[in-house]
């Protein structure tokens, strides 16, 4: 009892000396009072008085910036030593009503989102803690740190994704430019101009910018995999693979380089596809794994892959892939791999057949005439070859057909190049006579 009467007399002392000093505009004194009027509540462990005079003090007419400021710094570092959940997400509230609207206290808002979203996650709540997430627009904030703001971002994705919100998880991920991760962090930073905002530095336990790196292609192959998007998970994996800190063990490289020959396989054939496979070929990494550096090998040749043999030689490596990183390559993988596999074969046809039979090209792709025909059209279909069937006849035509001005300009050009060969020829022979002639004059 007597300790209460003691408190309650110290805070009405405190709180007599804090309106003087506010009503003087004696920053340095307010905000001294105002913190010592937490700290004493928070040393008698009297939470329920903690947040009633958070709310007090912040309410009191013509209160000043940096003490409201003050107050939240300081009742922020007693939130990981309260005794219960209840006490803690009742005081992150009360900061958080204190700090709504107050632009001069939005990274504090934003630590204190961040810090309930993580309590309502390990109670399970996923949806709320997404949804808390979101409320925060980190990326208006200027006195953010830069690395901060990207992982506030890539917490909101990963709770998008966790939830299956595929679709605001995309929207939130363009907020972070891929170019922000290649950016020199051993530059001096320049010193804040007059009139700028001055960046806070920021806190420990935010991840360093290549580690967030690595957090963001992660989450975006957990993204993209979701619509198998095969290309982009690929694009990611060659984005973590080219991380230094990757590079450098060869534990962690062989698994990555493993899933860009996966998923450069699984590709569709494209332009995009063509170059990374190539570029991914001169790797001199890649003959550390003598198997994968066949296989891609065997899907640049134009020549037909049989794909029970392929499928005999390449399933345990396809199963080993659940026990690497990133897991299994899909639920879909193995369709998607024959699919492939005969698109590739397909291709090759059509660079060395310029017509032929639909039971042959059935033969050739080891298929039924009616698969061979169905996986004929749906490439024609999605333009990746130009095709024409006479089912009639069971013939197909792998060549364009020209109308007639293409045909005549052709025959003009070829005449043309024809002719220009014949002058220089002339030229040629007539310049040699005239040297030999000089040489045999006396």
């Known amino acids: 009892m007597g300790d209460n009467s003691n408190l309650e007399a110290s805070i009405d002392r405190l709180l007599n000396e804090e309106k003087q000093m506010r009503l003087a505009e004696n920053v340095a004194a307010t905000r001294k009072a105002a913190t010592e009027i937490l700290q004493l509540c928070f040393e008698a462990k009297d939470w329920k008085l903690l947040n009633e005079q958070i709310l007090n003090l912040s309410k009191k007419r013509g209160q000043l910036k940096q003490a409201v400021q003050s107050m939240v710094q300081q009742a ?3 939130i990981d030593q309260t005794p219960d959940i209840e006490t803690r997400i009742e005081l992150i509230k009360t900061l958080n009503n204190v700090s709504a609207g107050k632009i001069y206290v939005e990274i504090e808002r934003a630590r204190l989102t961040r810090k309930l979203a993580k309590i309502k996650e390990e109670q399970g709540q996923i949806a709320e803690a997404a949804d808390l997430m979101q409320e925060v627009a980190v990326e208006t904030f200027g006195a953010m740190a830069k690395t901060e703001k990207i992982a506030f971002i890539l917490e909101q994705v990963r709770l998008c994704l966790d939830r299956q919100d595929y679709v605001r998880a995309q929207i939130l991920s363009r907020k972070i430019n891929p170019r922000v991760f290649d950016a020199d962090t051993k530059k001096d930073k320049k010193k804040p101009k007059e009139g700028e905002n001055i960046v806070e530095e920021a806190p420990a336990d935010i991840p360093t910018l290549l580690e967030l790196k690595r957090i963001y292609y992660e989450l975006m192959i957990r993204y993209y995999s979701h619509n198998n998007e095969y290309l982009e998970i690929c694009r990611s994996y060659k984005a973590i693979y080219d991380i230094p800190s990757v590079k450098e063990t060869p534990e962690q490289w062989i698994p990555v380089l493993r899933k860009i020959c996966w998923f450069l396989v699984l590709a569709p054939h494209d332009p995009m596809q063509s170059s990374l496979l190539n570029a991914t070929l001169e790797d001199k990494n890649l003959s550390e794994i003598p198997d994968f550096k066949m296989l891609l090998k065997q899907v640049v040749t134009m020549e037909v892959i049989q794909w029970t043999a392929l499928w005999n030689k390449y399933k345990g490596e396809f199963e080993n892939e659940k026990s690497m990183v990133g897991g299994s390559l899909g639920d879909k993988a193995g369709e998607d791999l024959k699919l492939r596999i005969i698109e590739h074969n397909i291709l090759v046809v059509s660079k ?38 006479d089912r009639p006849s069971g013939i197909v035509c792998f060549q364009i057909a020209k109308d007639s001005n293409e045909i005549l300009n052709s025959w003009a050009v070829n005449l043309e190049k024809l002719l220009d060969l014949v002058e220089k020829s002339c030229h040629q022979i007539h310049k040699e006579t005239m040297v030999h002639k000089a040489a045999l004059r006396p």
């Open 352 to 389: 060395y057949y310029s017509r032929i039979t639909l039971k042959r090209l059935a033969e050739l792709l080891c298929l039924s005439i009616v698969e061979a025909e169905k996986h004929l059209s749906e490439m024609v279909v999605s333009k990746a070859l130009i095709a024409k069937i």
């Open 76 to 78: 922020m570092q007693y």
